[in-house]
């Protein structure tokens, strides 16, 4: 792990890609270690003021989008606070919400590029080693831009594969399957992926045994099935991404048809 600062954005990449950056000795390296460690490594930003209760607490409290939800008592000596409308630039620092639908524990990276609309190349960290992916803008809270970066000349060619030792998942695509379960008034289980479905029209469906394909989304009744999909695709500690009641559970089908749609055509 770097020691000593990066001169700029480009050199501070380089010295990163395929590392597990843990800076604090807690819960193994999540996407907070990478902030935390391009702040101080980068930015020269104080260690204590990258943690997620430096300024304030309150219900997302050790989650990262928190710094981005207090940023505003503290923050604002080494970054400017933008929402996510703000055209983004290399080197700002993403923060999407806590309870979004791509990001359920909320997530932060560093962006390197936005090579296409609701999408952001970033430096980013868990699932897996230090990568640079492109990463859905979905529940974006917006960016922490530093007052003071050299970006240097920057390679943001996307990581190709990790090798073996650098995954926690058997999947490392940058944009996985979500398994979303319904808890009533039936159980029933989503697969949400831009891929699936991808030649329906929005609520056209079809049978495919126990399970029935909308654009976005599949959706299931059958325990068995969908049990085993939460199985596949659990990230961290198991189980679905989600569960939620009949509302949550619609709104992320809905969404996960805009998202197929958005994405169709485009260089996936
Ligand atoms: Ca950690």
Known sequence: MATSR???????????????????????AQCWDLWSHYATQCLGVPSWATYTEAFGDGPHVWFACDVYHHARAGLTKWFEVLGPGAAPRPG?????????????????????DAPRPRMLR?????????????????????????????????NSAKTKTL???????????DMKPTVHRRTGPAPEWTRAHPDIGADLAPGAKRADGKVTVFRGYEVTTDVATGTAWAR???RGLGGETSSTDRAGYMAI????????VALAGKDR
């Open 232 to 234: 596949t695709h659990a």
């Open 253 to 260: 089908q809905a969404q996960a048809t805009r998202l197929s």
């Open 163 to 173: 090798r073996a030792s650098q995954k926690l998942t058997p999947e490392e695509d």
């Open 92 to 112: 700002d620092v993403a923060f999407w919400e806590l309870g979004s639908a791509w990001y359920r524990d909320s997530h932060v990276a560093i962006v390197l």
């Open 6 to 28: 990066a001169p700029n954005l480009g050199a501070y990449v380089a010295r990163v890609r395929g590392d597990y950056i843990d800076v604090d000795g807690q819960v193994g």
């Open 122 to 154: 970033c430096l980013t960290q868990n699932p897996g080693a230090v990568q640079i992916a492109d990463l859905i803008t979905d529940g974006l809270l917006g960016y922490l831009r530093p007052r003071a970066l050299t970006a240097g000349t920057v």
